[in-house]
C-alpha cells in the first residue's frame, strides 16, 4: 500500500477513499493487489499493482484487464480511470494493448 500511495504521489493524483480489494472475492487467485478509489471529483478509480520476476506477455495483460469489469460488476458502479503499477518486465505488445484500452500504464523495471 505504501508503494502504490508514494507513486500516486509523484503524479499528484488524490483520493478522498483508497481501499484494498481481496482478489478472492473477485474469484481469482493471482497475485497481484487491487484498489478501489474516489478521487476529489467523487470517480472511481481502479489500481492494479504487480510485482513479480517474470515478463508480463500479452495473453496476461487481458486476463488483468478483466479484473476492471470485475471490479465494476462487485462495486455496482462504472469505474473510468484505470492506472496499472508493474514492477516486472513488459511485452511491447501488452503495454501496447493498456495503452489501446486506456490504461494509465506506470512501469518500474526490477
Known sequence: MKEILHR???????FKSLKPISIKELGSRKKLNLYLGVNLKKYYACII??????????KEALEIMEFHTKL???????????????????????????????????????
Not at 8 to 14: A, D, V
Not at 49 to 58: T, V
Not at 73 to 93: D, G, H, M, R, V
Open 49 to 58: 499493482h504487480i510485482r513479480k520476476k517474470s515478463r508480463i506477455l500479452s
Open 8 to 14: 500516486l504521489q509523484e503524479h499528484n493524483l488524490l
Open 72 to 110: 465494476e460488476k462487485f462495486n455496482e458502479s462504472k469505474i473510468t480511470k484505470k492506472y496499472i503499477y508493474i514492477q516486472a518486465p513488459l511485452c511491447s505488445k501488452a503495454k501496447a494493448l493498456f495503452k489501446e484500452q486506456k490504461w494509465t500504464v506506470w512501469e518500474d523495471k526490477l
